[in-house]
């Protein structure tokens, strides 16, 4: 069922760092602007400083393929093509989000993540580089192909950091 998160995904909460937000890994793309993203960046700042990272996933054709059910080598044709297409549309929302970000206060940095294990590919980020929550930044249920994969949840089962979902009006 979509929303139940099995493990130790919990809201965040500042207590245990005593008020020093730190580094927060945002994991967005489409949703990245929103106001409910907006609000909670904000908050984080006000708390202290933070530092962000912003990860944008680069669609993945064959991973989204699978998990739709479709034959791999349907797509093949259009996959170069695709692929191409998706990592500039990926490029823009980077590059637009770290203005964004730097302009609600938040340092900012960030990267595209063109590994198709997404939530391999945040846990290995979370261990190298210290995050102290992770932010998974979605379109609302409905259109969100991340809720329907269960993004947040898997996230939450490989990191030990708390992990918090936004989920912004497209």
């Given at each position: 069922?979509?929303?139940?998160?099995?493990?130790?995904?919990?809201?965040?909460t500042t207590s245990?760092?005593?008020?020093?937000?730190?580094?927060?890994?945002?994991?967005?793309?489409?949703s990245l602007g929103g106001s409910q993203l907006a609000t909670l960046v904000e908050g984080r700042v006000q708390a202290g400083s933070l530092e962000v990272h912003l990860v944008v996933p680069v669609p993945n054709?064959?991973?989204?393929?699978v998990a739709?059910?479709?034959?791999?080598?349907?797509?093949?044709p259009t996959l170069s093509r695709d692929i191409e297409a998706d990592r500039r549309a990926a490029q823009e929302q980077l590059t637009f989000g770290l203005e964004w970000l730097s302009g609600l206060g938040a340092t900012a940095t960030g990267e595209l993540s063109l590994d198709a294990d997404t939530p391999a590919a945040v846990s290995r980020l979370v261990?190298?580089?210290?995050?102290?929550?992770?932010?998974?930044?979605?379109?609302?249920t409905k259109v969100s192909r991340w809720l329907r994969q269960d993004l947040p949840c898997r996230i939450g089962r490989k990191v030990s950091v708390p992990v918090t979902v936004v989920s912004n009006p497209s």
């Open positions: 069922g979509a929303g139940s998160c099995p493990g130790p995904t919990v809201r965040a245990h760092l005593g008020g020093q937000m730190g580094k927060v890994l945002i994991v967005g793309n489409r054709p064959v991973a989204s393929a739709i059910g479709a034959a791999a080598p349907d797509m093949a261990e190298a580089h210290g995050f102290d929550e992770v932010v998974v930044s979605t379109l609302p």
